[in-house]
T-cell receptor, first 118, second 112 residues
């Protein structure tokens, strides 16, 4: 079974440009999550999709970030316009559909996309 | 609210020595706890997880962690460090299907 894949693995862009990151979750996983690690800081949650709906977007830093998951399969995270502080590693994770309330739904992480904004 | 605190951003051990990486958690409800590892230029890999089935959890590559509710701790240990254990380790907490909250990470250096 293929794991979570992310594209590209690295991206270097100039400040003010637009970048789109893609995440393909494990087939059949309804839950998809985006996380980010800025240099030297902890990995922080950005948002959570259940199928195509945004369940929790409390971690999105500002309106320069737009996440979509049309059709409930792959997801994209667009940063427009990119700023220097957006540099970091963006992780995607997926998990199976929810069980009973509070039941653990293990998240499987992708390799991440390293974004560098110059 | 939930959080984890990892003590020590860098830990160095000699090859063959005990590895101890410390993690304390805070959670208003019984948590699920995890240790993830990130090897250089790779993604996050789950080492082990605590789901309330047993307080001593065994993971991959000889690692284990013990959940101590009284101390709100979930320290990661390995009896004998190997050079291949050099990586960054993250303690994390979640509740069910919700977001995972990570600690700041501990870089483990293994000295030959």
């Amino acid at each position: 079974e293929a794991g979570v894949t992310q594209f590209p693995s690295h991206s270097v862009i100039e400040k003010g440009q637009t970048v789109t990151l893609r995440c393909d979750p494990i087939s059949g996983h309804d839950n998809l999550y985006w996380y980010r690690r800025v240099m030297g800081k902890e990995i922080k949650f950005l948002l959570h999709f259940v199928k195509e709906s945004k369940q929790d977007e409390s971690g999105m830093p500002n309106n320069r970030f737009l996440a979509e998951r049309t059709g409930g399969t792959y997801s994209t995270l667009k940063v427009q316009p990119a700023e220097l502080e957006d540099s970091g590693v963006y992780f995607c994770a997926s998990s199976h559909r929810n069980g009973s309330a509070g039941e653990l739904n293990e998240q499987f992480f992708g390799p991440g996309t390293r974004l560098t904004v110059l | 609210a939930q959080s984890v605190t990892q003590l020590g951003s860098h830990v160095s051990v000699s090859e063959g020595a005990l590895v101890l990486l410390r993690c304390n958690y805070s959670s208003s409800v019984p948590p699920y706890l995890f240790w993830y590892v990130q090897y250089p230029n790779q993604g996050l890999q789950l080492l082990l997880k605590y789901t309330s089935a047993a307080t001593l959890v065994k993971g991959i590559n000889g690692f284990e962690a013990e959940f101590k509710k009284s101390e709100t701790s979930f320290h990661l240990t390995k009896p004998s460090a190997h050079m291949s254990d050099a990586a960054e380790y993250f303690c994390a907490v979640s509740r069910g299907y919700q977001k995972v909250t990570f600690g700041t990470g501990t870089k483990l250096q293994v000295i030959p």
